[in-house]
């Protein structure tokens, strides 16, 4: 796929990277979101400075594209306001980002998000987000046993209802040595799932005609019957599941 072929192509997305060990993949991610035509903006929590430095992110803009790769960090939204009138860092990416894609989104930024917690730039941020028209996309990535835990349900399923989509995590052996469903998905598997997931819905909400780069990419709201017409496979845990749903099966990669 060329980048002018991308639902992606001359998008902004807003990287929100949290607290999770796959956080060590966001370099990788980043680079893919580039060659798909995209800016990227990375917001990291403090933790997820544990796992991803700003030297990483400046390697790979470097070996990329330096001018469509940015960061910041909640030093940023604070260093920048000195007063009144000067901007305010999560209204400006509101405006400025067409996707906001959390990866990996961490149990405790998935409970603030669910809650409204607005207590740093990716929480603010998602706070003065305009969920209906413009797209959020989470990749949850945790233990399994946090991942199971029935709190992952209820939270996912409420930002569902705002209209998030949900990457699902992967089975396999996970950075503490327990094996089971919680990884996050590889870069590779985002970008294809939000991409098609994107031309799926923006088709939904806007008709089958090209999506031009300045044009949102829900150009009309969603609406909660558009979101319930979006029909997913689970990419839930077992117990968010409907009785009489399908097994959960993660996506192969
Ligand atoms: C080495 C290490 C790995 C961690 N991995 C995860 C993880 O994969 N998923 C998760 O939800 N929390 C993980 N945590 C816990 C989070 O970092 C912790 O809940 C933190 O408060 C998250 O903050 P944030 O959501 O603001 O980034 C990990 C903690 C440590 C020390």
Redesign the pocket.
Known sequence: MTPSDSILSHRTVLLGV?????AIRVPALIQLLVARGASVVVVR????RHFLSDAEIDAVAASTDCSRVRRYDDVHEWEQWRALGDPVLHIELRRQADVFLVA?L????LAKLANGLAD?LITCTARAWDWQRRPVWLAP???TA?YEHPFTAEHLQRLMRLGARVLPPVHKRL?CGDEGVGAMPSPEAIVTGMEEGLRAMTTMVAGPRPAHPSAPLYPTPLTPAAIDRFADPPALPATARAPDAAPHSPPSL
């Open positions: 949290t607290g999770s060990v796959a929590t403090r933790h997820a990996p961490s149990a405790n930024t740093n990535a945790m233990n946090m950075a």
